[in-house]
């Protein structure tokens, strides 16, 4: 049963176009949610975070949008950059438990 | 800045032969963890620990073991590999548990034939 669940499982935009990627929980007690994205090669690393208590959170060109009555959330890449082309894992945690993964989206840009 | 050492990063082995992933941090994290990676399913947590000689089960420790020697080194052992362990695994440290992040490794790819 996965808990935590991302689609779409790929995407594909234009360079310079918003990238959406969406997310969706089950468990109410979840209230801090990473994403981390990671490059082909390379382990997942933190890209930005969000605590339940907030709506949004933004970070240079990323933005989280949280609903928490609805339980999902959505990162935002605007002006996206073929240097953004990665996979991007959404996940969650209760508070003092351990963080639960998505199954990730793969971003491409295309220049 | 945060490092996670993993090796080998490629490794073939044959059905029912022995395995063992290493990973060394150098952070002074207290948490380590070992995932995998399979497409479909994300990263899915097979064990941890919060410190040396601390072993605690993840979400799909069925067919591994693992022991924390020291705060820095933290192994992966799979004594009787099966196809079904064909995966990327990943190792990764984190100073606490709640709320901290996580700091992976470059990864290990395993091939069970």
């Known amino acids: 049963q996965q808990q935590v669940r991302q689609s779409p499982q790929s995407l594909t935009v234009w360079e310079g176009e918003t990238a959406i990627l969406n997310c969706s929980y089950e468990?109410?007690?979840?209230?801090?949610f990473p994403w981390y994205q990671q490059f082909p090669g390379e382990g997942p690393a933190l890209l930005i975070a969000?605590?339940?208590?907030?709506d949004k959170k933004e970070d240079g060109g990323f933005t989280i949008f949280f609903n928490k009555r609805e339980k999902n959330l959505s990162l935002h890449i605007k002006d996206s950059q073929p240097g953004d082309s990665a996979t991007y894992f959404c996940?969650?945690?209760?508070?003092?438990?351990?963080?639960?993964f998505g199954t990730g989206t793969s971003l491409l840009v295309d220049p | 800045e945060a490092a996670v050492t993993q090796s080998p990063r490629n490794k073939v082995t044959v059905t029912g032969g022995n395995v063992t992933l290493s990973c060394r941090q150098t952070?002074?994290?207290?948490?380590m963890y070992w995932y995998r990676q399979d497409t479909g399913h994300g990263l899915r947590l097979i064990h941890y620990?919060?410190?040396?000689?601390?072993?605690q089960i993840g979400d799909v420790p069925d067919g591994y073991k693992a022991t924390r020697t020291t705060q820095e080194d933290f192994f992966l052992l799979l004594e009787l590999a099966s196809p079904s362990q064909t995966s990327l695994y990943f190792c990764?440290?984190?100073?606490?548990?709640?709320?901290?992040?996580?700091?992976f490794g470059e990864g290990s790819r395993l091939i069970v034939v």
């Open positions: 952070n002074s994290h207290n948490y």
């Open positions: 996940a969650a945690r209760p508070g003092g438990y351990k963080l639960t």
């Open positions: 620990s919060y410190g040396a000689g601390n072993l």
């Open positions: 468990n109410s007690a979840f209230d801090y």
């Open positions: 990764a440290s984190s100073g606490g548990f709640s709320g901290n992040t996580l700091y």
């Open positions: 969000i605590r339940s208590v907030s």
